[in-house]
Structure formats: structure tokens, C-alpha cells
């Protein structure tokens, strides 16, 4: 199959909305003589009028090559080799053209391994290929876009172009084999219809409803980055609302989505933490992981709290004993670091000190590292459930009159000196 080539004087995309960083590395490689293309979702933004994320770089360039041409580059990667080029403030990705290897080859040798586990999932590939098949083993047909340095035309092997016009999310390939091989693609699809308002095309959209319980094979700790950008894109609701549709929130979230199927109206906390966070986003604000998942899960962990205050808990252990069984069991599908989880437990126990405002309890908690955090869970949670009005205008009193309080710096580390050596 020939690609499509759209020349330059039929497309938007323009070397100045093109990170220089990116510039450099596209035309050093050209310049060296090899194949350099910009590759996946820069291109696909570019197309699409949007600012992209981070630039990635295609070549036949194999990694040792990439290597000695650029000073400022690190080889990186167990599963696939692939070179960072460092810039002050940014990293090009540079990888090797990708080829997928033909099923049932056993032939190993250095570079080229293949391996699927017995669910289907491919464990490791890095096999060098062609541009055609460096596309072809892309997720979906809009990011299998190159943008080649040489004429700066856009090839498309997949048809991209096409489903970029009728804003289509569509699989390249079987999508049941394709989601077997990397069940996080699943989630890639979710986020890309929310972020870009694209539809999943309808073979690929039946399969994630026929395979969502796929994901719960993906590596935890992928899960976790992945969970991130679900939230952190700007359109975390839209996302949402995707996931919730195509079911897979369950293999995500077990424990939680469940309580929420118990009670629909359990949903609008989410909903509207989700809308907070694309706020905070618009906004150009940053929330960190801790700050997001007391907020996501704020209710149930509330409940939680109180089923085990109920039960003669005081507060303070029930924060912390709800906080931590929920998320540590959470980590088997999505691996929360144990620093976040005590970030939320923080939070959830610093709550029942928004009630006590007599005397310098207030002062103490305003000088003390968590507050920050907790008051904005507070105001958050008193806004969604119409509550604590009296104690939100106490506290928003207490902070316009307080002096700027530094945070208490955490005492530095000195290292000890060694003698110096005579
Ligand atoms: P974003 O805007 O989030 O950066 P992206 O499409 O650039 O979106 P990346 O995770 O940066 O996504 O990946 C870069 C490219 O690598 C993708 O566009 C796609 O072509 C390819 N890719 C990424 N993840 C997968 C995957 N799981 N399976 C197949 N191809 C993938
Ligand atoms: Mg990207």
C-alpha cells in the first residue's frame, strides 16, 4: 500500500509551531542522511490547529546512530530502545522505525525480540522496521501521521487524514487483537475522544465494551501515569464520561466505581470534581496527584470514615485507616505511590480541624504544611454539599487576617563532609 502525501502547500502544519528543539534534531538527522520524520500526536495536533504536548521523532536512525550524532542524548528503554535528545527544558524523543514481527517467530537476536504472555499481551518488541510498518503498529489512524523534514509533506499510511476530518477515533487494525496486545490503549482511546470531542469509531468503541476487563492485566504502575493523564488533560470530564460509557471505570477503580453503581447520584461529586480540575487547568493551575485523588474519591472516602467513626474509630484513625485500605487496594490495578497516598490521608484527617476555632488551634493549623491543601479540599467539599457555610466564613475570615504565614521549610539534609584527601 502507497501512503497518501499531503504537500506542504496542502496542510497547516508550519515549522513554526514546531518546538526548535524538535527543528534541530528533525534537520540534523536529515542532514546526516537519514529518513526524519515527526511522528504521532504532535503531528495529529499540529493538523488539528492544537498546541501539542511534547514533539516525538521517527528515523531509521537505529539508536546507536542517534547516539553518535548527537552529544545531548541518553539511551533509554528495556521494552524498546529509543534515544532522548536533551534540550535546556525539553526532551525529543527519537525512536527507530518499529516493525511489529511476524507471529510464531521465535528467531532471537540482539534488537530484535518479540514475546506475548498468554493473555495475548505483547511483553517486549523491538524489532527496527520500515516507516509503513512503524505506522501500521501505532494505536489509532490519527496518530500515525509523519510530517517529513525533507519536503515537509504529511505521509499517512493508516488513514488518518480521513478520520482527523470526520473526527473519528478509529483502531489501526483488529481492534480485539490490538486491545489484547495493549489493553491501555483502551483508556488512549477515551482520553483522545474526550480531549479532541472525536467519536470512537463503532468496531473499536464494541470491542472496549466487549474487553474492558483487559485492563486489569496492564502494569499498575503504567496505569498510574496513564490515570494521570486521563485527569490532568483538561478535559478530565469529558474523559470521564467516556470511560463511564465503554465500562471501564470498573477495571480502574473496582471498589469505587461499585459504590458509586450502588447510588447514581453518588456520580455528581465526581462530575463536578472533574469540572473543578479542567477549571484549575484553564486556568493554567496545577494540582498534584495527592490534591486530586482526595478530591476524586473525597466522598467515599467520607463514608468510609464514617462507617468506621460509627464504629467507635476516632476520626483522626478512621482518616487514615479508610484512606489507606482504599487506595493501597487500589494499587493493584492503578499503583498510587505510597508518598500520594499519605498526601489524601493527610488531607481526609486534617479535616476535623476546620472544627475546632477556639483559642490558637486556628493559627496552628494555618502554620502547619498541610493546611493549604486540606482548606482547599474543605471549601471544595463544603461547596458540593451546601455545607459548613458558618465555619467556611470563620475560615476565609482567619486567612484574610492572618499575616502571611510561611510554610515551615522542612530542615535540610546536610550531608557530612568528608576529610578532604591529602
Ligand atoms: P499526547 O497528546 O497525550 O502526547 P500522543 O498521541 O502524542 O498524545 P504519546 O503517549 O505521547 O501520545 O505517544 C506518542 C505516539 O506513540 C502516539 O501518537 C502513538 O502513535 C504511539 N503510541 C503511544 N502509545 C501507544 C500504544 N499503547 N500503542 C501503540 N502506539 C502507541
Ligand atoms: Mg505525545
Given at each position: 500500500?502507497?501512503?497518501?502525501?499531503l504537500?506542504?502547500s496542502?496542510?497547516?502544519v508550519?515549522?513554526?509551531?514546531?518546538?526548535?528543539?524538535?527543528?534541530?534534531?528533525l534537520?540534523?538527522?536529515?542532514d546526516?542522511?537519514y529518513t526524519?520524520?515527526l511522528?504521532?500526536g504532535?503531528?495529529?495536533?499540529?493538523?488539528?490547529?492544537?498546541?501539542p504536548k511534547d514533539?516525538?521523532?521517527a528515523?531509521?536512525?537505529t539508536p546507536e546512530?542517534?547516539?553518535k550524532?548527537?552529544k545531548?542524548?541518553?539511551?533509554?528503554?528495556r521494552?524498546?530502545?529509543?534515544a532522548?535528545i536533551l534540550f535546556?527544558?525539553e526532551?525529543i524523543e527519537t525512536s527507530t522505525?518499529?516493525?511489529?514481527?511476524?507471529?510464531g517467530?521465535t528467531?532471537?537476536?540482539e534488537?530484535t525480540?518479540?514475546a506475548?504472555d498468554?493473555?495475548?499481551?505483547?511483553?517486549?518488541?523491538?524489532?527496527?522496521?520500515?516507516?509503513?510498518?512503524d505506522?501500521?503498529r501505532?494505536?489509532f489512524?490519527?496518530?500515525?501521521l509523519?510530517?517529513n523534514?525533507?519536503?515537509?509533506?504529511i505521509?499517512?499510511?493508516?488513514g488518518?487524514?480521513e478520520d482527523?476530518?470526520?473526527k473519528?477515533?478509529?483502531?489501526i487494525?483488529e481492534?480485539?487483537?490490538?486491545?489484547?496486545?495493549?489493553?491501555?490503549?483502551?483508556?488512549?482511546?477515551?482520553?483522545?475522544?474526550?480531549?479532541?470531542d472525536f467519536?470512537?469509531?463503532?468496531a473499536?468503541y464494541?470491542s472496549?465494551?466487549r474487553n474492558?476487563?483487559l485492563?486489569?492485566?496492564?502494569?499498575?504502575?503504567?496505569?498510574y501515569?496513564?490515570?494521570q493523564k486521563l485527569?490532568f488533560?483538561g478535559?478530565?470530564?469529558a474523559v470521564f464520561?467516556?470511560?463511564?460509557k465503554?465500562?471501564?471505570?470498573?477495571p480502574m477503580?473496582?471498589?469505587f466505581?461499585?459504590w458509586?453503581?450502588?447510588?447514581?447520584s453518588r456520580?455528581?461529586?465526581v462530575i463536578?470534581?472533574?469540572d473543578?480540575?479542567d477549571?484549575?487547568r484553564?486556568?493554567g493551575?496545577?494540582?498534584?496527584?495527592?490534591?486530586?485523588f482526595?478530591?476524586?474519591?473525597?466522598?467515599?472516602?467520607?463514608?468510609l470514615i464514617?462507617?468506621?467513626?460509627?464504629?467507635g474509630?476516632s476520626?483522626h484513625?478512621?482518616?487514615?485507616?479508610?484512606v489507606?485500605?482504599?487506595?493501597?487496594g487500589?494499587?493493584?490495578n492503578v499503583?498510587?505511590?505510597?508518598?500520594?497516598i499519605?498526601?489524601v490521608?493527610?488531607i481526609?484527617?486534617?479535616?476535623?480541624?476546620?472544627?475546632?476555632?477556639?483559642?490558637?488551634q486556628?493559627?496552628r493549623?494555618?502554620?502547619?504544611?498541610g493546611?493549604?491543601?486540606?482548606?482547599l479540599y474543605?471549601?471544595?467539599?463544603?461547596?458540593?454539599?451546601k455545607?459548613?457555610?458558618?465555619?467556611?466564613?470563620?475560615w476565609?475570615?482567619?486567612r484574610?487576617?492572618?499575616p502571611?504565614?510561611?510554610?515551615?521549610?522542612?530542615p535540610?539534609?546536610?550531608?557530612?563532609?568528608?576529610?578532604?584527601?591529602?
Amino acid at each position: 500500500m502507497k501512503p497518501s502525501v499531503l504537500k506542504r502547500s496542502d496542510h497547516n502544519v508550519s515549522r513554526k509551531n514546531i518546538s526548535s528543539a524538535a527543528v534541530k534534531v528533525l534537520y540534523h538527522l536529515k542532514d546526516e542522511g537519514y529518513t526524519s520524520y515527526l511522528a504521532g500526536g504532535g503531528v495529529r495536533d499540529l493538523l488539528l490547529n492544537r498546541n501539542p504536548k511534547d514533539f516525538d521523532v521517527a528515523t531509521n536512525a537505529t539508536p546507536e546512530q542517534i547516539r553518535k550524532i548527537f552529544k545531548n542524548c541518553r539511551l533509554i528503554g528495556r521494552r524498546f530502545r529509543l534515544a532522548h535528545i536533551l534540550f535546556r527544558g525539553e526532551i525529543i524523543e527519537t525512536s527507530t522505525f518499529r516493525a511489529p514481527v511476524p507471529e510464531g517467530d521465535t528467531d532471537l537476536c540482539e534488537n530484535t525480540f518479540r514475546a506475548e504472555d498468554n493473555t495475548g499481551m505483547v511483553m517486549r518488541d523491538n524489532i527496527f522496521g520500515t516507516p509503513k510498518e512503524d505506522a501500521l503498529r501505532r494505536d489509532f489512524t490519527i496518530n500515525a501521521l509523519f510530517y517529513n523534514i525533507a519536503d515537509f509533506s504529511i505521509i499517512d499510511y493508516a488513514g488518518g487524514l480521513e478520520d482527523l476530518d470526520k473526527k473519528i477515533i478509529r483502531v489501526i487494525g483488529e481492534p480485539d487483537k490490538r486491545f489484547a496486545e495493549d489493553p491501555v490503549r483502551m483508556i488512549r482511546a477515551a482520553r483522545f475522544a474526550g480531549t479532541l470531542d472525536f467519536d470512537i469509531e463503532p468496531a473499536a468503541y464494541e470491542s472496549i465494551c466487549r474487553n474492558n476487563q483487559l485492563l486489569s492485566n496492564a502494569a499498575p504502575s503504567r496505569m498510574y501515569e496513564e490515570v494521570q493523564k486521563l485527569f490532568f488533560c483538561g478535559h478530565a470530564k469529558a474523559v470521564f464520561k467516556w470511560l463511564e460509557k465503554t465500562d471501564l471505570l470498573h477495571p480502574m477503580f473496582d471498589e469505587f466505581s461499585h459504590w458509586i453503581d450502588e447510588d447514581k447520584s453518588r456520580h455528581e461529586w465526581v462530575i463536578q470534581t472533574l469540572d473543578q480540575m479542567d477549571r484549575w487547568r484553564k486556568a493554567g493551575l496545577r494540582v498534584h496527584p495527592g490534591l486530586f485523588f482526595a478530591l476524586i474519591f473525597g466522598e467515599y472516602h467520607e463514608f468510609l470514615i464514617q462507617q468506621q467513626i460509627d464504629t467507635g474509630t476516632s476520626p483522626h484513625d478512621a482518616a487514615r485507616n479508610a484512606v489507606h485500605s482504599h487506595l493501597k487496594g487500589m494499587c493493584k490495578n492503578v499503583q498510587v505511590p505510597k508518598a500520594v497516598i499519605y498526601q489524601v490521608s493527610d488531607i481526609m484527617s486534617n479535616q476535623q480541624r476546620f472544627e475546632r476555632t477556639k483559642g490558637r488551634q486556628p493559627q496552628r493549623f494555618m502554620q502547619s504544611r498541610g493546611f493549604l491543601d486540606a482548606f482547599l479540599y474543605f471549601k471544595f467539599s463544603s461547596k458540593v454539599h451546601k455545607r459548613n457555610s458558618e465555619l467556611m466564613e470563620f475560615w476565609s475570615e482567619e486567612r484574610k487576617n492572618a499575616p502571611e504565614i510561611p510554610v515551615p521549610e522542612k530542615p535540610k539534609r546536610t550531608r557530612k563532609r568528608r576529610p578532604p584527601k591529602r
